[in-house]
């Protein structure tokens, strides 16, 4: 299948080299032409295990290309991903204006049938808008689906080409035919393929994301009061996994979830819910416990060495998760700054994630876990890297 992804950030680009590799003829297309020029010197601008080699392989075979050229893009593919940001907007609500001006651009360069996949997580109702964005410009026929995705960053290649289920929503049979054609090898290996409207495919990604977030906030809302009455998070956890109704995935407290999805992927589904006249408690707590998890640290801090002015605070970890350098709403943002606001010195170790960091905030960077804790009067383990686990304590004490 010829194919054009429109937007080569996390999902554009990890998606576009997936697809490549599945065979199809794929053309990256973005307006950015550093990270163009970046990706064409075989440079990537996040940081994802494999992605890397699994571009240049397939560059290297023609099968995936990178351009600012949006004509030349549209006009040479069957099939249109958009995959581009939706930032939250002041009210919460997913801010459609680069989705909308992908699908302006698609209809002004209309030269043939286009099918238009929204890849981007968008609330429902956003395909009519796309579809009446594109109609503005063109009398081709062309139709228009929904195909969430579901990649964590970190495991996002395996993600893609094993993933529970692959989620197509379509309002006719054509677009099912080629989307099908598309998702093939993915179901060839025995993944299942979910055929639904539409609508209830853009719910589908919401949905899915505020369980998974509601599953971490229960679950530190539930730290404290193990601590006050002698109970073992890990072991609450682990009890609760056994059974088979709930499974042990997302159960681990913490120090509240981050990233580009869940954080506002709640938020736009509360606004979703309050727009449309519906109780959003459930879902409004989720995020406020998110919210109050992400200070819980500083109080037992100050417990412990009281005032913090002139304290060195060793901190691990500052991506938002292990195995990605996104600090997008990452926990680490928020207590380093509180720290800072009492007087304490940081210094912090991420093997990846530091030259994003130096975006949030001025602190000194360790080029070691151990160069971190050098001197240190207090060490915050924020993101859970796997270097972190066999570590030396007795060097670090």
Known sequence: MRITMVGTGYVGLTTGACLSNLGHDVICLD?????????????????????????????????????????????????????????????GSADLKYVLAVAESVGKHMNSYKLIVNKSTVPVGTAEKVRAAIKKHTDYEFDVCSNPEFLREGSAIRDFLSPDRVVVGVDNEKAKELMVKVYRSIERTGNPILITDIKSSEMIKYASNAMLATRISFMNQLAPLCEKVGADIKEVAKGMGLDKRIGPRFLQAGVGYGGSCFPKDVKALIKTLNDNSCDASILESVDNVNIAQKS??????????????????????????????????????????????????????????????????????????????????????VTEWDEFRELDFEKIK
Request: contains cysteine.
């Open 31 to 91: 307006i950015d032409e550093r990270k163009v020029a970046m990706l064409n010197r075989g440079e990537m601008p996040i940081y994802e295990p494999g992605l890397k080699e699994l571009v240049l392989t397939n560059a290297e075979e023609g099968r995936i290309r990178f351009t600012t050229d949006t004509k030349f893009a549209i006009e040479s593919s069957d099939i249109i991903f958009i995959a581009v940001g939706t930032p939250e907007g002041e009210d």
């Open 296 to 381: 819980y640290i500083i109080p037992k801090v100050v417990a412990m060495l009281g005032d913090l002015t002139g304290k060195k605070i060793g901190v691990w970890g500052l991506s938002f998760k292990p195995k990605t350098d996104d600090m997008r709403e990452a926990p680490s943002i928020v207590i380093i700054k509180e720290l800072q606001k009492h007087g304490a010195k940081i210094t912090a170790f991420d093997a990846v994630a530091e030259h994003e960091a130096k975006k949030y905030f001025n602190i000194s960077y360790a080029d070691s876990p151990y160069g971190a804790v050098e001197g240190a009067d207090c060490l915050i383990l």
